[in-house]
C-alpha cells in the first residue's frame, strides 16, 4: 500500500507563488507516474499535470501550462508542483496521485491507484 501526503498549500495573493509537495511511502516510488488533480468548489476533479516515473515527461493542463511545474526527486520519494503568477481561478485542494505502472503520462483519475489527501490553495484576487 503507497501512501501520499501533500503539504504547501496555503493563501496567496494573485501573481504570487506556491510550491506543493508529495511525500509517497514505499520502496517503488522510482517507479510509479505520478499527477497532481485539483478541485475546486462545487466543480468536479480535474486535470493538472502529470510527470512519468523518470521525470523526463511532463504533460499539463492547458489552463496552467507556462505557469506550473511538476518535477519529482526520487531519492526523496517526492514530486512537486511549482505554482507561478497563481490566479483566483486557482483556487482549489489539490491533490497528488500515484499509479503503480506504465511508461508514460498519464491525464484521468482514473487511471490513477492511490491519493492524497489532498491540500486547499486559496488564491485571493
Known amino acids: 500500500q503507497v501512501q501520499l501526503v501533500e503539504s504547501g498549500g496555503g493563501l496567496v495573493q494573485a501573481g504570487g507563488s506556491l510550491r506543493l509537495s508529495c511525500a509517497a511511502s514505499g520502496r517503488t516510488f522510482s517507479s510509479y507516474p505520478m499527477g497532481w488533480f485539483r478541485q475546486a468548489p462545487g466543480k468536479e476533479r480535474e486535470f493538472v499535470a502529470a510527470v512519468d516515473w523518470s521525470g523526463g515527461i511532463t504533460y499539463y493542463a492547458d489552463s496552467v501550462k507556462g505557469r506550473f511545474t511538476i518535477s519529482r526527486d526520487n531519492a526523496k520519494n517526492t514530486v512537486y508542483l511549482q505554482m507561478n503568477n497563481l490566479k483566483p481561478e486557482d483556487t482549489a485542494v489539490y491533490y497528488c496521485?500515484?499509479?503503480?505502472?506504465?511508461?508514460?503520462?498519464?491525464?484521468?483519475?482514473?487511471?490513477?491507484?492511490?491519493w492524497g489527501q489532498g491540500t486547499q490553495v486559496t488564491v485571493s484576487s
Open positions: 496521485a500515484a499509479r503503480r505502472t506504465g511508461g508514460g503520462v498519464y491525464l484521468h483519475q482514473a487511471q490513477y491507484d492511490y
